[in-house]
């Protein structure tokens, strides 16, 4: 059985809360032209608006005091700094965010929610240039007896996994008797309260949750290879381009491994909300 040792998810130390945020809202803004000028097609006008599929920590989530918080929405900060716009965050079902249908309803203009760039998604959404790589993983009670991938091998209890997701898709396929959830939240207090043994996800998901419980321990990553993207309308290829600029810059002044690094594997990030208290 494994749990992550500091070696495999090192703690960054000493990189304050204010200064990390400070990162996504000065990166990328050296654009002469805003939004309008430059002629991109907005859900509304002076804004950027973004779905994303609440809680899914560390990539979207409410801290303690409601604040939505995360690595995804440092990143549309980013954005729509960049792009001279007010940052607007919709709360979404990650099944209309992965079909493209709060896009194509022009809910708005991009989505942002530790989505796998896929071929079956891209064609309904033109996303972006990958800005995470990323794996699956299991993460298991610490009695449910999971101690390798192996022993889900004819296992007989049951799994938990978000729905639309692609760790929904490797249960399946490993023949397991699956649990579906609307959420990521929900997944988890599920695995917690003992109504499935293990979840599958992205190492980026589930590595994190190992990190802050006791109770739950990570079990293997499975080599998926897959890339986390952003995603917009098919059609609205100048708001890619915008995008893949911010990404590009972030990642040559290296603030984007800075921000991977806080909200990935740092314990400075900010502490999600009680159940009660979620948004």
Request: hydrophobic letters at 35%; glycine letters at 12%; zero cysteines.
């Given at each position: 059985m494994r749990s992550l040792t500091e070696t495999e998810m090192p703690w960054l130390k000493g990189l304050s809360l204010a200064g990390v945020a400070a990162l996504a809202l000065t990166a990328c803004g050296g654009g002469e032209e805003t939004a309008e000028e430059s002629g991109l097609d907005l859900v509304n006008a002076g804004a950027l608006t973004v779905c994303a599929d609440f809680p899914y920590a560390p990539f979207e989530y409410y801290d303690e005091d409601g604040n939505e918080v995360g690595l995804d929405i440092d990143i549309a900060q980013a954005i729509a700094?960049?792009?001279?716009?007010?940052l607007e965050i919709m709360q979404t079902a990650f099944e209309g965010i992965q079909s493209g249908v709060a896009l194509n309803a022009n809910q708005c203009d991009l989505a942002i929610s530790g989505m796998t760039i896929t071929e079956a998604r891209a064609g309904n959404m033109l996303f972006s240039d990958p800005y995470l790589d990323d794996n699956l993983s299991v993460l298991a009670r610490s009695d449910s007896g999971i101690e390798t991938l192996e022993d889900?091998?004819?296992?007989?209890g049951t799994v938990g996994a978000q729905s639309d997701t692609t760790g929904a898709v490797e249960a399946g396929?490993?023949?397991l008797d699956l649990r579906e959830y609307t959420d990521a939240g929900l997944m988890l207090q599920g695995l917690e309260s003992g109504q499935v043994d293990a979840a599958f996800g992205n190492i980026s998901i589930l590595a994190y949750q190992a990190a802050q419980s006791d109770d739950l321990v990570f079990?293997?990553?499975?080599?998926?290879?897959?890339?986390?993207?952003?995603?917009a309308q098919l059609e609205n290829q100048e708001l890619i381009d915008a995008v893949n600029q911010v990404l590009a810059d972030l990642e040559a002044s290296g603030k984007l491994?800075?921000?991977k690094?806080?909200?990935l594997h740092s314990d400075e990030a900010p502490d999600e909300a009680d159940d009660e208290d979620d948004n």
């Open positions: 700094d960049d792009l001279e716009l007010e889900l091998e004819g296992f007989e396929e490993r023949g079990v293997d990553e499975i080599e998926t290879g897959e890339q986390l993207g952003i995603a491994e800075e921000l690094e806080f909200w």
